[in-house]
């Protein structure tokens, strides 16, 4: 059968979707021999202006394989217009990094005045945080991502150029150093892509994970590419037989359609042999075979047929046409048993929905204008502006990137409401997250919930399909500050905190007062109300909080854990307080004693009256530079030094036998006689086939020595003790915060 050449939304229906350009070269003239040949109208004159200014402040700049700077921008315009954007996009495409690389000589407002209000956004949007000081790169790139979220609710072509930038950089990343790359391959696969899933861009989001695989284990990629030409030329005729023979009974039904067959990618099929502890000969959906039709109907006429020929294999249906993805992905799936024994899937759509499939909002979006056309996106794209609002108030740059884990990257369950609409959530999510998906007021009135007809308790977990009644009252007090360690989104959780933030301000704000007054008790000296509002509110300066009693509130209702600015706290008490003894000594004095009246010990410790001993560095809590510190005087072991807050050591100062045992004990300053100290760290995190590799890489990254790992399973979950080697507590904080940034990672304590 013949061909149809059909346009619909602009698009010519063909057996494939143009592969975005990789081999024409990266010039202007090339550029707009693809804008001419698209036959859109682009305005070229504002396109050609754009390019002229981009290489006018790129002159004398290169990239790291010796090409002139400008060739990039030019190849992210390339891939933009590959993708069918507006003429702003590809304008922004070639300005994105003239205000962060070329700082000098323009900014903002210049472009803006050049190229209108929307390409100046586009731009801003993806300009990194340059101009504020960071303490870590960490915080830095949480922050840069934050700012392109915010930009994303804004102008969602943000984020399309973004991905279009990121694709040329992984196509070219040869030219970084390896340990470049793998930071660079890292983020495209736990950030990049995931987004591009998110916003149904396959072509896209195959393509960064193709990529970031052959550079995050080459050997595994090389392994399973080997596997799979090995396979597919023994089987080589199949694919080809099993279209003919399908191709015959779709054209005996009279129907219009276009037939394609596949291999599934080297990235799929490595996911579900590690995520799933598969064989290569367990893949079903090795080879599959997509139908595209004109209608909604035809796909379900075609899926009869399918299952007529062949013997579907149980419980490997899906209907995505009648249950989209969130990611708007719509598409019969199943998967059956060809003639030779061999199982392959079947993919069955509309030539619409195939174009989705491919370009996601992309492919509405340019298409899409008016009023109602807006709204229409503005309701598909509701997910980012959520998770921008809900995470407004969250000033710890870990707990975003938790929540960009848990909200954007993470695996979904589909429940159902008594009325049959449809909730997506994040695998683990309960029913305390499905009440608050569906508003905030239904969250905070929740009393209870049934599924399937029957009262589940509060914490329970979701699963696929299945039907939540939410129960309310009226009369409730509200959500409990427990339900913040059960739910599972940070959709939930800011919303009951921003309840307890309302409604409960007084309260937060003696909680918040006595977090603070527990922790500057640690350092051991008297301080006044002046004196403590004075360094809380220093700090609280740097991350946004311009009032004490907002950041007495915003602690007491746990939108800022005390833990993460305790170091910050420190060095500013430290700085406004003048230090005062208070009365009645603490463990924490006796460490400070030290310090003033010493004799050197061996071990980088100094033990007041003892001279010469033995230090030796207890394994109960392992002391590390920074930490405050005591001694022990054991029976022939010399001085055992604990943390001053060792509940082993405690133990024994209640003893009044040790009371002549105990000394006071301090670092030796920059007198160290060891550079690296043994810390052991706890990580719990998703059972994914990389959080190992994950770990290492980032541990390798930052030339930190591993010296043991111990794992245990506890069903999704894992529990990894690592200990590793670190100089203070300030590079121990550092590696922990690394740690936490990898995307699998739940919590990591000392």
């Known amino acids: 059968m013949a061909q149809r050449n059909v346009y619909i939304f602009g698009i010519r229906k063909c057996s494939f979707m143009s592969e975005i350009n990789v081999t024409k070269p990266a010039t202007i003239e090339q550029l707009l021999l693809d804008i001419d040949a698209t036959g859109k109208n682009y305005d070229k004159q504002k396109i050609i202006k754009a390019y002229e200014y981009a290489a006018m402040l790129h002159e004398g700049q290169f990239r790291q394989s010796g090409e002139p700077y400008i060739s990039h921008p030019v190849s992210v315009a390339q891939i933009v217009l590959g993708m069918e954007l507006d ?6 495409a070639l300005l994105h990094d003239t205000v962060e690389d070329c700082a000098d000589k323009t900014d903002l407002g210049v472009i803006k005045k050049e190229f209108g209000e929307p390409v100046a956004r586009i731009v801003d949007g993806l300009t990194k945080l340059v101009e504020f000081p960071f303490e870590d790169k960490e915080e830095a790139h949480i922050e840069n991502l934050r700012k392109m979220f915010l930009a994303m609710s804004k102008d969602i072509r943000v984020l399309f150029v973004k991905l279009c930038d990121r694709v040329h950089n992984m196509r070219t990343l040869d030219a970084k150093p390896e340990e470049k790359r793998r930071v660079i391959a890292l983020e495209t696969m736990y950030v990049y892509a995931p987004l591009a899933h998110r916003l149904g861009m396959q072509k896209i989001k195959q393509e960064l994970e193709r990529l970031s695989l052959s550079y995050l284990d080459p050997i595994g990629y090389e392994e399973v590419r080997h596997d799979i030409q ?78 007529d020929m062949f013997k579907s294999i149980p419980g490997r249906f899906k209907d995505y046409i009648s249950t989209p993805k969130p990611n708007m992905y719509r598409s019969l799936h199943t998967t059956v048993i060809g003639r030779d024994g061999i199982p392959f899937e079947v993919q069955i759509r509309t030539y619409e929905m195939h174009h989705v499939a491919e370009y996601g909002i992309a492919a509405n979006w340019k298409y899409k204008t008016g009023a109602t056309a807006s709204a229409d996106i503005d309701k598909k794209l509701k997910w980012i502006s959520e998770f921008v609002e809900t995470e407004n108030d969250t000033k710890d740059p870990d707990e975003f990137l938790n929540a960009l884990k ?47 007809g029957m009262i589940v308790p509060i914490d329970h977990i979701l699963s696929n399909g299945e039907i939540v009644e939410v129960l309310t009252s009226s009369q409730t007090k509200g959500p409990s500050r427990d339900w913040l360690k059960i739910v599972k989104t940070g ?65 007491g209702y746990g939108g800022l854990t005390v833990s993460k600015i305790s170091q910050k706290l420190k060095d500013e008490f430290e700085r406004v307080v003048k230090p005062v003894k208070t009365d009645k000594p603490t463990l924490d004095d006796m460490a400070e004693a030290g310090k003033k009246k010493v004799k050197k010990s061996n071990g980088g410790v100094i033990i007041d009256g003892v001279d010469g001993c033995v230090v030796k560095f207890s394994k109960c809590c392992s002391p590390i530079p920074g930490d405050s510190i005591i001694g022990f005087i054991t029976k022939g072991f010399g001085v055992s030094v604990h943390k001053a807050d060792c509940p082993n050591v405690k133990m024994q100062i209640e003893n009044p036998e040790n009371k002549d045992r105990i000394v006071s004990a301090a670092w030796a300053g920059d007198g160290f006689s060891r550079e690296m100290f043994e810390a052991t760290l706890n990580v719990t995190a998703h059972n994914s086939f990389t959080i190992v590799a994950d770990l290492t ?22 529990a990894i003790s690592l200990t590793v080697g670190c100089r203070n507590t300030e590079h121990l904080q550092q590696i922990m915060s690394r740690i936490r940034s990898i995307r699998d990672v739940e919590t990591v304590t000392r």
């Open 406 to 452: 848990i909200d954007i990257f993470q695996d979904e369950v589909f429940a159902f409401t008594p009325k049959g609409d449809v909730i997506a959530l994040p695998n683990g999510a309960t029913v305390i997250d499905f009440a608050y998906s569906i508003h905030s007021a239904v969250g905070n009135k929740m009393t209870g919930a049934k599924v399937n």
């Open 491 to 555: 959709e939930a959780r800011n919303k009951i905190r921003q309840w307890f933030k309302k409604e409960q301000r007084s309260e937060n704000i003696a909680m918040g007062k006595a977090e603070i007054d527990k922790e500057f008790n640690k350092f051991g000296f008297a301080c006044t109300e002046a004196q403590k509002n004075e360094v809380l509110l220093n700090v609280a300066r740097r991350v946004g909080i311009q009032d004490v009693d907002d950041a007495y509130n915003i602690i």
């Open 230 to 307: 090995k396979k597919f030329g023994e089987n080589k005729d199949f694919l080809q037989r099993a279209k003919d023979y399908v191709s015959e009974k779709l054209k005996e039904n009279n129907l219009e359609f276009t037939l394609e067959g596949r291999v599934k990618s080297v990235y799929s099929i490595y996911k579900k042999m590690y995520n799933q502890n598969k064989s290569f000969d367990e893949i079903y959906d090795f080879y599959a075979i997509r139908i595209i039709v004109e209608t909604e109907l035809e796909c379900y006429t075609v899926l009869g047929i399918i299952h």
């Open 697 to 718: 890489a980032v541990v390798a990254d930052m030339r930190v020595s591993l010296l043991a790992i111990n794992m245990q399973t506890l069903g999704s979950e894992i």
């Open 87 to 92: 003429t702003d996009s590809v304008c922004s």
